[in-house]
């Protein structure tokens, strides 16, 4: 039944998938609670109510369940349908990162690098980062590249930044493709090439990034640039 409630809901028959989610849930079948939670709270086929998707998603959490509790996270760190709470995001964030959820991850180890609800600890930041990136988390691996560049939590090494920006840059993440050009404009962890690093900066204002953007309208105003 699990499996017909996703294929419905993914197939956008959301009535369907709703009943069938309904139905797994009195039976306190952890992933329906979550995605009835998430349906609620993002009203697909039915009306939208974060305090109900608070409700199944606080239900879920207690089974463990990790999307739920990152989604939880999510609803104390915004003060959404419960008071702000910082700490308790925290902590629902590496409960869930602790069961193998790459965003989950990722959040915790943002937290711990901005001592956001803990005390900051770059390191384990990087253990975090490092988590998310093995899943293939692009944010995580622009991240660590940061602290492998600036060596906060790990050991400074270029090769690796050079590495986690690369990855990042090639999953289209702007602000990675900016540090890849960098990398390649600064010859760190790599040989410098310019027109390398002139073509990644363009690939990031072309996705938005603002400093980039700067870049390259700077440069075609000084004429050293056409396009």
């Known amino acids: 039944m699990l499996q017909r409630a996703f294929d419905a809901f993914n197939a956008g028959n959301y009535p369907e998938a709703a009943e069938l989610f309904e139905d797994l849930a009195l039976q306190n079948n952890p992933a329906a609670l979550a995605s009835l939670g998430y349906m609620h709270q993002k009203g697909l086929g039915m009306e939208s109510s974060v305090e109900k998707a608070f409700a199944l998603y606080a239900q879920a959490a207690e089974l463990d369940e990790p999307a739920a509790l990152y989604n939880l996270a999510l609803m104390y760190a915004d003060g959404v349908a419960v008071a702000h709470d910082q700490f308790k995001a925290h902590e629902l964030l590496l409960r869930s990162a602790v069961l193998g959820f790459a965003q989950a991850q990722y959040e915790a180890g943002l937290s711990l690098e901005r001592g ?83 073509e990644w900066c363009r690939k990031a204002a072309y996705n938005g990034h603002e400093k980039a953007k700067s870049i390259i309208r700077s440069l075609q105003e000084e004429g050293k640039i056409v396009f």
């Open 116 to 198: 956001l609800g803990c005390v900051q600890n770059f390191s384990e930041a990087a253990f975090w980062y490092e988590e998310a990136a093995k899943r293939g988390n692009a944010n995580a691996f622009n991240n660590l590249g940061v602290l492998y560049k600036e060596g906060h939590g790990v050991m400074q090494d270029f090769a690796r930044a050079f590495l986690c920006f690369s990855r990042a840059a090639e999953a289209n993440l702007a602000e990675a493709q900016y540090n890849l050009g960098l990398m390649f404009d600064q010859g760190l962890g790599c040989e410098a090439n310019h027109d390398l690093a002139l």
